[in-house]
């Protein structure tokens, strides 16, 4: 700035008729300098223009929190339109999904938004909100609730979060027989080769990114080097390493994993009709003191043992345990209501591992108000954490596989039956409480103001923007 104004000097003392008329000469100055000096102030003004445009969303954030005029910041969401063979042309091509010994087709699940067929209605003792629902449509589930979150963005500059919607599970499940694990594979490596293309990558490399699976995360974790496993090797991807998954069971081991529950039956339109729910099932006559619903597991590892010795000990029970053998067909283990029905005539439901840790039981015996037995620390304690209560003892029982084999044959039934009667009544007042948010409920679900219920996927989202959130914050520290 000095420069032009020292040119402009002397181009006016060289300038010999000025010298005449001094008057003029000051008023020619006067506006040579306000001219300058308007230059300069609107310079900073597009500085400060460019600069507010090209914040990052957590600077927005961090700006406009303070004026707490927008409900959404801190919990907006982005979601990616993929290409339609990441998600759309799986669900059109759901033939290749359903397997010979499926009962009913996966098609038929995909009906009513990923929830199945209607159960429940006229004639029922069920409400509307009942459904046939299978336990791998949560990635349909979940796109579905996504759509009609209410803090989307278009803006990603916005979001706290980005969601992915690869229907990871469904996709697996087509190509589940294939000894070709390239084509096992293909998919989630073209999957983050698409994501390494798009300019959401850039500002955090993935680590902003979500994605949630309808199967358990060891169907993603098959070694590199391993061309005979199981699954394909999605997890394992350098990319992925930075996503974070949500999963109906995640890998004790994994830092970027985090379990939500397995879809129930039920999904509710609205807080009053859980509440309903809630007080029919707080009334319902248990006459059965302990059941088991499942099937018979080879006897190869631990998790095998411990399915068979419960199977004994039930059925060596005194008439207290009913045993639901999923392994025969006239027993309609796959009749939702047969098996609803079962769990809310019994004060426990005993949830043995199986093919996993897991098991979606015990998220159908939860919503039935009976309380869950476990024999493995990872089949809940150590997966859905931002579901259920740290304090176990409130909701559950836990009977460890050295007490089950030591104990004899009835050890079980033993335990329970020790159980004061005050604290049976408190754990299962405990459980009818967990219902809310382990359920999804429907899309269009009536969320009036002020309502503080919130469902599996609002404890979900909820989860995943506090944990990105916290990513972010290490990474302005060390940068």
Request: hydrophobic share 35%.
């Amino acid at each position: 700035m000095k420069n032009k104004n020292n040119d402009s000097s002397v181009l006016i003392e060289n300038h010999k008729p000025w010298k005449k008329k001094p008057t003029t000469l000051l008023l020619f100055l006067s506006l040579l300098t306000i001219s300058l000096l308007l230059l300069r102030l609107s310079q900073d003004k597009i500085i400060l223009i460019t600069t507010t445009t090209t914040t990052t969303g957590t600077d927005h954030q961090r700006r406009q929190k303070t004026s707490g005029d927008d409900t959404c910041l801190g919990r907006y969401i982005y979601i990616h339109t993929l290409p339609s063979r990441f998600n759309l042309e799986i669900l059109k091509d759901c033939k290749s999904i359903t397997r010979p010994k499926d009962k009913i087709s996966m098609c038929k699940y995909l009906d009513n938004s990923g929830f199945g067929p209607l159960i429940g209605g006229e004639g029922s003792d069920y409400s509307p909100s009942w459904y046939a629902t299978n336990q791998f449509m949560l990635e349909v589930i979940f796109h579905e609730k996504m759509k009609r979150y209410e803090c989307l963005t278009r803006n990603s500059s916005l979001a706290s979060a980005i969601y992915v919607p690869y229907y990871a599970g469904l996709d697996f499940r087509r190509h589940l027989r294939r000894r070709n694990v390239a084509a096992r594979d293909a998919a989630g490596k073209e999957l983050v080769k698409w994501l390494k293309k798009q300019p959401q990558w850039k500002d955090m490399s993935g680590r902003d990114h979500f994605l949630v699976t309808g199967r358990i995360s060891r169907d993603f974790r098959r070694n590199f080097d391993n061309k005979s496993a199981w699954g394909t090797n999605f997890m394992l991807l350098p990319e992925s390493l930075n996503l974070t998954f949500l999963t109906i069971e995640r890998s004790l081991t994994s830092h970027n994993e985090f379990a939500i529950p397995y879809p129930t039956y039920f999904h509710p339109t609205s807080t009053s009709e859980i509440l309903r729910w809630q007080d029919k099932i707080r009334l319902t006559n248990r006459t059965i003191l302990f059941t088991f619903a499942g099937a018979q597991r080879p006897i190869r590892n631990q998790n095998g043992l411990v399915r068979t010795q419960v199977i004994k000990q039930c059925k060596s029970s005194s008439n207290a345990c009913r045993f639901l053998d999923c392994d025969v067909k006239a027993n309609s283990c796959d009749d939702p209501i047969s098996l609803m029905k079962l769990f809310e005539s019994s004060v426990f439901c005993l949830q043995p591992p199986g093919d996993s840790l897991t098991r979606r039981s015990v998220f159908d015996s939860i919503l039935a108000g009976c309380i869950p037995v476990f024999f493995n620390q990872g089949s809940a304690y150590k997966q859905y954490t931002w579901h259920i209560p740290k304090n176990s003892r409130e909701y559950s029982v836990y009977i460890p596989v050295k007490e089950l084999r030591a104990g004899g044959k009835n050890k079980i039934e033993e335990i329970l039956r020790g159980i004061p009667n005050e604290r049976v009544v408190g754990m299962r007042e405990n459980v009818i409480r967990l219902i809310p948010k382990i359920v999804y409920s429907k899309p269009n679900r009536n969320k009036p103001d002020g309502e503080i219920l919130e469902d599996a996927f609002d404890v979900a989202v909820k989860g995943v923007v506090k944990g990105i959130e916290g990513i972010r914050r290490k990474e302005f520290k060390t940068e």
